[in-house]
């Protein structure tokens, strides 16, 4: 028996380390935080909730054991998510009956086998964003705000059939702002105590503005697709609409099908963006990495050869830029698990059942244990050779268990699709030296991250 303490930052009384915590980029803190405790874990006491972080990969191990861990949603910040997100998928309890229905009618839409189905889709989209990038020809564009338009408009057709074309508009469609404002919102009401909640009466108008325009939003969509032809009953939203769950019997009642929209919307466009943001941002900096993603576009892709899935199912430089991007910049930063009985993790670190215990995606995905140079983008390290020697909990960017991320195929197959389709025919100048400067709400993507396109020419 050799129980050590969980240490912590020095705290205030009664607010613990609540005034410390800053209002933007609160996962940067955390991350930061991190290099005081070698140990792999610390603690903070959050508007008087005791909080752990740990980033050790065999912690990380023990806490991604799902007999002892589960994820919660009440008194972590998704409970407030739930405002505008209610029981969908992402923040649905895990004992309500809506996950488990949810969970089995729309797995088999985000198989490998399904991803055939949605390639159409994604492909016109991504011209979409080529067709964009070509009319800029030398001048700047916004990076972020492009792939935003991407993953929104490639979500909304490929799942619900649904039009947002984005690309024809200079502004971006004000669901985002919408959302962008409602996240910021809930994960600030996470963040302080109810009493100050409370107080700020016009921020609570504006949150619930913010949430009927895109609860007006889902409905059009659902409308639409009520109203048009039968086309598209095999999508997300005709089996939302349609399926019935192999266990109970039953359908998803309308309620759930509205949250389910919501959620895909949000959950199916925030992170693939940023991954694609990230990657971009990486190619830039690594010219050797980018040399080689030329090299294999121009090999598999030539001149303006159209993509086709099997094309894109042969890359191999490509989703390793995905698979490093990830490791050094996670769209989602951090998720949290609870414990479902007192527990010893590490053979020394005593959690409470109930204890709420967040995985700091950063610091774990560059935890000297398990990566060497860690701090190097290096598309090596997910070489098949390479690969099997990994530590198998240090890396997490889809989450764990039966709540990891389910979406993870067609985010994948999209972003190598757009990747491909933009490599092979732009080149991008950064002639205003980009300083990296994350934005994170609830997930995490450049701020005003600018570069000028320009159209490749042969052999260049
Ligand atoms: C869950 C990451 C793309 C839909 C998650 C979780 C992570 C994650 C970390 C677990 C969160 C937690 O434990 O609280 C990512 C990343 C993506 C991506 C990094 C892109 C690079 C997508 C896409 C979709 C999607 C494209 C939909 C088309 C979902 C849903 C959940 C989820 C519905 C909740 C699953 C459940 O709890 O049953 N994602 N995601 N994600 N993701 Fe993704």
Not at 53 to 63: N, T
Not at 90 to 114: D, K, V, Y
Not at 146 to 173: N, P, Q, V
Not at 246 to 251: D, F, N, Q, S, V
């Amino acid at each position: 028996n050799d129980l050590r303490p969980i240490r912590s930052p020095r705290g205030v009384p009664f607010l613990g380390n609540t005034p410390q915590i800053p209002d933007t980029n609160p996962v940067e803190y955390f991350a930061e935080l991190s290099k005081q405790f070698p140990e792999g874990i610390y603690g903070l006491d959050i508007a008087g909730i005791e909080q752990i972080f740990v980033y050790d990969p065999d912690l990380v191990a023990e806490v991604s054991d799902e007999t002892r861990f589960f994820k919660q949603i009440e008194k972590t910040p998704l409970q407030h998510v739930r405002d505008f997100a209610g029981a969908g998928l992402f923040t649905a309890h895990q004992h309500e009956e809506e996950w488990g229905m949810a969970h089995r009618i729309l797995l088999p839409a985000f198989s490998q086998r399904a991803m055939r189905n949605y390639f159409g889709q994604m492909l016109e989209i991504a011209q979409n964003l080529a067709g964009k990038w070509e009319r800029k020809e030398g001048q700047p564009v916004n990076i972020t705000d492009d792939y935003t338009r991407l993953t929104l408009d490639t979500i909304a057709l490929s799942g619900f059939g649904y039009r947002f074309d984005s690309f024809g508009k200079e502004e971006l469609h004000p669901f985002l702002n919408a959302l962008l404002e409602a996240l910021i919102e809930s994960l600030r009401r996470s963040q302080e105590l109810p009493m100050m909640t409370k107080l700020r009466k016009a921020d609570a108008k504006k949150y619930g503005a913010n949430i009927q325009m895109m609860q007006e939003l889902v409905e059009s969509v659902i409308k639409e697709r009520r109203e048009g032809q039968s086309s598209g009953e095999e999508d997300l939203l005709g089996l939302m609409l349609e399926a019935t769950d192999p266990e109970t019997g039953k359908k998803l009642d309308i309620d759930n099908v509205r949250d389910q929209v919501l959620t895909f919307l949000i959950a199916g466009h925030e992170t693939t963006s940023g991954l694609l943001s990230f990657a971009t941002y990486s190619l830039m900096r690594n010219p050797s990495v980018l040399a080689q993603a030329y090299a294999e576009v121009d090999r598999l892709l030539p001149g303006d050869t159209v993509p086709d899935y099997d094309t894109i199912m042969q890359l191999d430089v490509i989703p390793r830029i995905l698979d490093e991007t990830l490791r050094l910049w996670a769209p989602i930063p951090s998720f949290g698990k609870t414990a479902r009985e007192d527990t010893v993790i590490g053979g020394h670190y005593e959690l409470k059942k109930d204890t709420k215990v967040l995985i700091l995606e950063g610091p774990l995905h560059t935890h000297p244990k398990a990566w060497e140079r860690p701090d190097e983008f290096d598309i090596d390290r997910w070489l098949p050779e390479n690969r099997v020697q990994q530590h198998p909990h240090a890396y997490k960017p889809f989450g764990n268990g039966i709540r990891a991320c389910i979406g993870r195929q067609f985010a994948l197959v999209e972003a190598r699709l757009a990747l491909a389709l933009v490599l092979q025919k732009f080149k991008f100048a950064d002639t205003s030296d980009y300083k990296m400067d994350p934005r994170e709400a609830l997930t995490r993507k450049p701020g005003n991250f600018e570069l000028i396109v320009r159209r490749r020419q042969e052999h260049e």
